[in-house]
C-alpha cells in the first residue's frame, strides 16, 4: 500500500474560506484546524498570510496549535508574500510554502502580459526564494487544466530542479474531462526529468461537476496528493470535496489507494464547517448529506429492512453517520411503515397493517414526511 498512499492536502481553511459571506474569524479557524487535524489530513492551508492581518495571526496560531500535519501558507511567485509566509510558518513543526503563477496562455497574456519564458524564470525565482526559508516548497501552476502540456512539463521540470518538493497541477477553472485531466499528469509523469523527486497534486474546482472525478483520475495516473475541502466548499462552485474522494478509495480497495483519514469523523467535521460557516450542506450531498443514507421509495426500504447492502455501498457507521434512516412519505410501502411502526413499539399483523396503510396513505399525500409522531395517531384513527 505504500506506493498506493495518497497524501490529504485540506484547503477549507484558504480556497474554501474563499465562500463569499463565509469568512471564518480566528477562533472558528482554530476549531476547525484542531478537528483537521484529528481527522488526519496530511496537509493543512492555514491561509494565505499577506492577504490580511487577521489572515496572517490565524496562520501563526494555527502553526502553534497543530501537533500532525504538516501547515501550509500560500503565496504568489512575489518575493514579498514569501517572506510574509516563511513568517507566519516559522513555529510550525513541519511547515510548507505554496508558491506559483499562472502557465496558461490566458493567465500570461491577459494577467501578467508577459511571456512563457519569462514566467519560468519567475516560478524558479520563486521556488528557489521560498526553498532559503523551508524545505518544504509546494509549486502550483495555475490553470495547469488548460495549460500546453509540453510548456506545463518544461515549467515542472525547471522547478524541480529548484528544489520544488511537490508539483501541484491545478484545473483552476474546473474545465478537464477527468479523462483528458488523468492524461495530464500521466503525460508529466512520464515526459518531466527528475518527477521521481517531487510528488504530483491534484488540485481541481468544480465549474462542471467533475472535481471529484477529476482528482481520482490524477491519482489513477500517478498523482500522490488531492487538495480538497470538507464538503467541497470554495471559489465559485468550489473544490474537491474530501470525503469524496476519501471514501472512494476506501470503496474501492482494488485500486490499491488509500489515505490517512479517519473517517469515522467525516460526517461531525462536515457538520461543524457548516455550522461554522453558516453554510448549509445540499441534503444530496454524497457521503455527508442528510439524505445520503434516507431511504424513501417502498421498493429501496423494502430492499434495505431485508438487507442494508441491497442499497448501500458504504455503511454509515464508517463515515460517523449513527444509522440509515427509513423514511415515510407516500411512496413508502408496507414494510417501512411495519419497521417504523415496530421501532416505537407498535407490533400489527397483516390485516391491522393494510388497515393502517391505507390511513397512512391518506396522512402521506397531505404532508412531505410522516414522523414518529404521527404513527399513533393514525394508527388510533383506525380503531385500534
Ligand atoms: O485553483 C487554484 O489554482 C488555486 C491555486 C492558488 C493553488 O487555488
Ligand atoms: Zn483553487
Not at 13 to 23: A, I, M, N, S, Y
Not at 201 to 224: E, K, Q, Y
Not at 239 to 250: D, Q
Request: net charge negative.
Amino acid at each position: 500500500m505504500a506506493n498506493g498512499q495518497v497524501q490529504i492536502f485540506d484547503t477549507t481553511l484558504r480556497d474554501g474560506e474563499q465562500v463569499p459571506g463565509c469568512k471564518l474569524d480566528t477562533h472558528n479557524k482554530l476549531i476547525i484546524a484542531q478537528r483537521l487535524d484529528e481527522l488526519g489530513v496530511d496537509v493543512l492551508e492555514a491561509g494565505f498570510p499577506i492577504s490580511s492581518p487577521g489572515d496572517f495571526e490565524s496562520v501563526v496560531k494555527i502553526t502553534r496549535l497543530i501537533k500532525n500535519a504538516r501547515v501550509c501558507g500560500l503565496t504568489r511567485a512575489v518575493k514579498k508574500d514569501i517572506e510574509v509566509a516563511a513568517e507566519a510558518l516559522k513555529d510550525a513543526k513541519k511547515p510548507r510554502i505554496h508558491t506559483g503563477i499562472g502557465t496558461s496562455d490566458p493567465h500570461i497574456k491577459y494577467k501578467f502580459n508577459s511571456n512563457r519564458d519569462k514566467i519560468i524564470e519567475r516560478a524558479v525565482a520563486a521556488v528557489s526564494y521560498a526553498k532559503s526559508f523551508v524545505e518544504d516548497v509546494e509549486f502550483y501552476a495555475e490553470d495547469a487544466g488548460r495549460t500546453d502540456n509540453v510548456y506545463l512539463a518544461r515549467i515542472c521540470e525547471a522547478v524541480i530542479k529548484s528544489g520544488a518538493t511537490v508539483l501541484n497541477i491545478p484545473d483552476t477553472t474546473g474545465y478537464c474531462l477527468p479523462d483528458e485531466y488523468g492524461a495530464k499528469v500521466k503525460y508529466l509523469k512520464e515526459n518531466v526529468t527528475g518527477i521521481d523527486k517531487a510528488t504530483l497534486s491534484c488540485h481541481c474546482h468544480n465549474d462542471l461537476g467533475l472535481a471529484t472525478a477529476n482528482s481520482i483520475a490524477g491519482v489513477l495516473n500517478g498523482a500522490r496528493q488531492i487538495e480538497c475541502t470538507i464538503n467541497g466548499i470554495g471559489e465559485r462552485a468550489g473544490n474537491t470535496s474530501l470525503e469524496e474522494v476519501v471514501m472512494i478509495m476506501r470503496q474501492h480497495p482494488d485500486l490499491n489507494l488509500d489515505t490517512n483519514i479517519n473517517s469515522k469523523l467525516l460526517y461531525s467535521t462536515s457538520q461543524l464547517v457548516s455550522e461554522s460557516m453558516g453554510m448549509p450542506v445540499q441534503p444530496n450531498k454524497a457521503v455527508v448529506g442528510a439524505n445520503a443514507f434516507a431511504h424513501s421509495s417502498g421498493i429501496h426500504q423494502d430492499g434495505v429492512i431485508k438487507k442494508r447492502e441491497t442499497y448501500e455501498i458504504m455503511d454509515p457507521h464508517d463515515v460517523g453517520v449513527t444509522e440509515s434512516a427509513i423514511v415515510l412519505t407516500a411512496r413508502s410501502g408496507r414494510a417501512a411503515l411495519a419497521y417504523r411502526a415496530k421501532n416505537i413499539g407498535f407490533e400489527l399483523d397483516k390485516l391491522q397493517l393494510d388497515k393502517v396503510y391505507k390511513q397512512f396513505l391518506k396522512v402521506a399525500d397531505q404532508q412531505k414526511e410522516v414522523n414518529d409522531e404521527d404513527i399513533p395517531k393514525i394508527i388510533e384513527a383506525c380503531g385500534l
